[in-house]
């Protein structure tokens, strides 16, 4: 399968911003990178047009950050998958840490804005992973395990291709400290094993990312494991030199 290295901008880059680092990454990035790894960036919603009408004809995909499950209606502030197509969107991240968190985005609600993604024809990007106290008391598996099963309740095997499932462990989050690829992995292969128990041979399609302070001085341990294909980049994916050097890494590995 082909990798994914998409950056999450985060609430970073206003519109001058966001399109300025966008062209860079046009400049810096080889052409041929493209035909073996797959390229996105998830800007903040009211920079997603602008960023668009700069990769539209372009191999580089474009993600959102978060989107509401209904259709339409009186949801103040909330934004539809209908609305996300019309600016161009392959991708939206699902259930990130910070969501989850700080935003109070439930288990529930990630279910349903997965399926709702899939019946839209976006691919979802499900972040799950385990806070430093989850894991030293022993709960990795356990954690994650639960949320991967919450999140894909009731998803449908005919769309279980375009899921893309993104181990994040909360403390490698903006933190510096990345998990060693073998401890990312041991979480990867359980991602995987569950994924073969809800969609069989299917899950060998699925992509598994892996998210926390990715730079491009260790890329390439993470991209060497068997389970990890691609990377979830937060901080250096604001500038171009790191996220392409990180992309560019990747590639010597794959
Ligand atoms: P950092 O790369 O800044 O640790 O962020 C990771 C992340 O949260 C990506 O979604």
Sequence with gaps: MKPLICGNWKMHKDVYEATSL????????????????????????????????????????LAAQNVYYEK??????????????SVGCSYCIVGHSERRKLFGETDT???????ALLDGGIAPILCVGETLEEREAGKTLDVVGHQVFEALKGVKISSAKDIVVAYEPVWA?????????????????????????????LANDIKI????????????????????????????SLKVRDFSEIVINALEVI
């Design 209 to 236: 990312l892996y998210g926390g302070s990715v730079k491009p001085d260790n890329i390439k341990g993470l991209m060497r494991e068997r389970d990890i294909n691609g990377a979830l980049v937060g901080g250096a």
């Design 22 to 61: 966008v062209k860079g990454l046009l400049v810096e990035l080889p052409s041929e990178v493209y035909r073996r790894i797959e390229v996105a960036v998830a800007p903040s919603y009211v920079c997603l047009y602008p960023v668009h009408l700069i990769v539209e004809d372009t191999p580089i995909f």
């Design 173 to 201: 989050i903006g933190t510096g400290r990345v998990a060693h690829p073998e401890q990312a992995q041991e979480v990867h292969a359980f991602i995987r094993n569950i994924l073969k128990d809800l969609f069989g041979d």
């Design 72 to 85: 339409e209606g009186a949801y103040t502030g909330e934004v539809s998958i209908g609305m996300l197509k």
């Design 109 to 115: 609600a990630v279910n349903l804005k997965i399926k």
